[in-house]
């Protein structure tokens, strides 16, 4: 955007107070309105958003359109992501943007910065705190690491084995690393004798060094200063103004011990009280230069009052808990008539929704949504439905692709059709406008806009592609879908079993590369039996998969040609159909049943559902969308939604207690313990806050008259959702009219809970969640028959856990029980020896006396072990010396270290549950497993304790480390017999004669025994079709995508995937470019029913199968048009003959012409 297009007429006129604006009714647009005045005012902007996804996404919208524009920045001031008086702190990530951004406004001279509105109102650290404690490393001048480790530690950095987080550093020997507040990169600070010799910046993922640097500037760690002088001042205030029992509260011990405890920035002002008690907090606008201009977007009035309410709610929550005393909110936040006061003292602008009093006299801002593409629903032909609408508008088009790979798939698109856009580097506007031109460039905006001045559309793949869900744009790592990792092929290691679906189960020996007919190309090498060799084409990997049903040891060698793998294959489809028939047999005795419709009230569930803090991951949304689904339906509910630790479960439930009862309809959560009981109640209290929907819990916490009453109360219908253990399952208990019964962890219930829970499934819905892996292809081959829900994704900011596998070693463990305690977290240490375990718990006080250590373990009284787990969760106990007892248990989201003596001792699906209590919440956790000084512990042992520390992909993690758990739990839901055959064919294979067979049954045929599993064409055009070594060297990525190209079902993943490669590795050379080409006509030619095609320079030949889906009218008029050319070779056999196709486009060419010409219309 240049100056010459700023509009100054969009700021406020001279002596007024305020601008309108007219909503552009886009963000995008807005963005671009917002930038243009920023051009225009002598200042920065503050641009204040109603809630934190719209100001990440105008956030991301300014800095795409300002990415052309030097003189503009955009600065975020992020909320910190936590609940006002939570108990963990703000993640490291989102401290260091804040700090950034606190400590360069001052300099900010043009520029816009976003801030969500209950983010405006925080009282802040004062601005001598951001810039006083802010220091310098330069190259050249003298250091002292020890007075140096100091320093940071005073700064309130955290001393960690392994630098990985902003706030983070590391001393190892004569090297510094550290990560300083407020940049996105680490740096490593090497000596020479006392002088800085060099410092590098770091990759934190590989730790390797990268570019040289003069200097290095930190800033402060924490938003609260750690000296001892803030900490004894907080102490005082806490005694003096609380009346604290300085002996119980967990919170002044932990302040005693040098300890910032999670969630400090709920005492923020106590740090910053000068001697007269006053505090000297800061707010953001003090920190912004004097001629700001706030630019106030829609909504923001009813959103800052919701969250006032919130606040005030959740103080008088928690004001009385004598332990951990809080701050009323108007010592921590603005109240909003404080804020609104505050704006109104100087100009600002109002964007003004179209319900706004004053949006019919607001300022027109010349951008407003772009006129639709007349796309009719999810249209197969958008560049079609582009040129209609390029002929339509007089002005210039741009096209803003996500990614440069999105960029080449819709260049593509647009190139088949005739449509030459001009490839530009950003979408950079100028003051004229080229009418009817039309480029593209990568710009990832949220939607498009049109502008007036100069006239220009901008067009985002939203609108050629409706279907297409835009993705979310907050930096963080790629995780791969879980239920690919069984599929792919790329953790094979040399050796590891692999099934092929004609041959049977053989050995990976690698790729190879092969020359045939005068082409290479790349082959999957399989030995089998008597070391027969056999090689697959990557373009036939669908045909391959990875083999999981018995340990790699076990599996099963077959021989080429053998009947073995014949009858293992029949002998499963009969199985297989046993199966299929008694689960569509239950399918059918549940739908004859009937149930009670509960229709959800949109208008009042929206809202709700908006209030949840976080981002929903997909699959969390659309379990939440199956429940309100099967709520909604004439039958009962049968429901189980399966997930890892700390996925999101719990929210599902939410969402579906909330739908119940708004329907009137009372809603009973049934959970095995009664700390899970109140852990439960607090989650459904806490998202029922601001609904008229009363929640209640029944527990032994509760005295008989509060019981008594609750009873009562239940019976009258005054309580709408009851959380309590088996209890509920009573006679004595009577409900006025239960819709819903949510029942956590089934199986740890006993047998005469469970048939109370089967007399109930009759006649009120049931949802159940479940930690157990239920794996998700088997899930997919029982769609409708079980309703299971997984939750396989880990939430947006959940940070996979870095694990140790480590001897002993007393200065170790001391260091990592400092780390965790001293940023205000627990431990668990688990060891499970019952014997020694007293004997462990002095020898641990030993090495950590400031720590207040619980024990937990199975053969203690329940009494007294749920008050260790009480005083654990309360943050009264910090380290817990345990059992296994905790491998299911209540979510404590500030432990976050797992110590787990004699590691080697655990199976690997046990390691997997165990690792999972840590990492709960944003924070980064640590698992160190821990082996006997001798060399005693088995081979297997250290293979698994391998396996888990290399395990470091959420996603991954899931399914890799229960692998065990997969086959147990199929096993489980099967019987043993079908698990017996699922060794033998392997899970992928079983997993997909099953589906074929329930798929055979609904549709009314028997299933066929000795039927081919169903499979793609084969395709040979003899060109080179494979991906380069030079293009990507990496043998293990290349073997994944050959085998996610080859498993594509559809053209779009096929599309997906292409841009997925120019992203990751560059613009795709010619021989990936025929891998893509070939592969979309596989699609094709097996929708088609062509078994095979095969073309060369003279021509070439394709086989149907017995009943091809072609127009045969078709074909026998080509034949009798071309003679010469076409002929039949056999039934099944077309052969084409003395054909002129010299390369590649020509037979891409002769292959689609076919195509289009049998393909029934």
Sequence with gaps: MSDRTSNTNLLPRAGHQRAWWR?????????????????????????????????????????????????????PFPDWETLPYDSFSPHPEITSQRLATLHHLSRLKHGVVVVPVQTLVQRLAPISHIVGGSFNYVRGEKLDFDAEKRRLESAGYRNVPQVLDPGDFAVRGGLLDVFPMGTTTPYRIELFDDEIDTLRAFDPESQRSQDHVEHVRLLPGREVPVSEHSIEQVMRILRERFDIDTRQSALYKDLKSGILPAGIEAWLPLFYTDEKGHAQTSTLFEYLPQNTLPVLCEDIGPNLDRFWTQTEHRYEQRRYDLERPILPPNELYWTPDQLRAQLNQNALIEVCGSAHPRFQDALATGVQPVPPLPLAGHSDAPAAAFKQFAAAYPGEIRIAAESAGRREALLDVFRAAGIAPEVRAS???DATAQPKHISICVAPLTDGFATDSPLVAVLTEQQFFPERASHTRRSRKPVREPESIIRDLGELTEGAPIVHEDHGVGRYRGLITLETDGELGEYLDIEYAKGDRLYVPVSQLDLVSRYSGASPETAPLHSLGGERWTKAKQKAAEKVRDVAAELLDIQARRRARAGIALETDRALYEPFAASFPFEETPDQYAAIESVLRDLASSQPMDRVVCGDVGFGKTEVAVRAAFAAASAGKQVAVLVPTTLLAEQHYRNFRDRFADCPLKVDVLSRFKTAKETKLALEQLERGEIDVIVGTHKLLSPDIRFKDLGLVIVDEEQRFGVRQKEALKALRANVHLLTLTATPIPRTLNMAMAGLRDLSIIATAPANRLAVQTFVVPWDTALLKEAFQRELGRGGQVYFLHNDLDSIQRMKLTLEELIPEA???????????????????????????????????????DIPNANTMIINRADMFGLAQLHQLR???????????????????????ADARKRLEAISSM???????????????????????????????????????????????????????????????RGAEVELHVPALIPEDYLPDVHTRLTLYKRISAARDEDSLRDLQVELIDRFGLLPDPVKHLFAIAELKLEATRMGIKKLVLGEKGGRVQFVARPNIDPMSLIKLIQSQPNRYRMDGPEKLRIVDADLPDFASRMKQAQGLFTLLRIS
């Design 952 to 1014: 470091d992909e959420l996603g991954a993690g899931f399914l890799l480390a229960t692998h065990d758990l997969e086959i147990r739990g199929a096993g489980e839901l099967l019987g043993e017999d079908q698990s017996g055959q699922m060794t033998e064919v392997g899970f992928s294979l079983y997993t997909e004669l099953l589906e074929r067979a329930v798929r055979s049954i609904k549709e009314g045929k028997i299933p066929e025994y000795d039927a081919d599993v169903a």
């Design 852 to 890: 207040r250590i619980g024990v937990a373990h199975g053969q203690m009284p329940e009494r007294d072990l749920e008050q260790v787990m009480l005083d654990f969760q309360k943050q009264r106990v910090n380290v817990l010396l345990c059992s296994t007892i905790v491998e299911s248990g209540i």
């Design 23 to 75: 909503s552009p009714g886009t963000r995008t647009g807005l963005a671009f309105a917002i930038l243009q005045a920023a051009v225009s005012h002598d200042g920065p902007l503050l641009v204040v958003a109603p809630d934190n996804q719209y100001a990440h996404q105008i956030e991301n919208d300014l800095r795409v359109l300002a990415s052309a524009q030097a003189t503009i920045e955009v600065l």
């Design 427 to 429: 979408l950079g506007f």
């Design 916 to 938: 999972g209590r840590v990492g709960r919440s944003h924070h980064r956790a640590y698992a160190y497993l821990l082996l006997p000084d001798d060399r005693s512990i088995t």
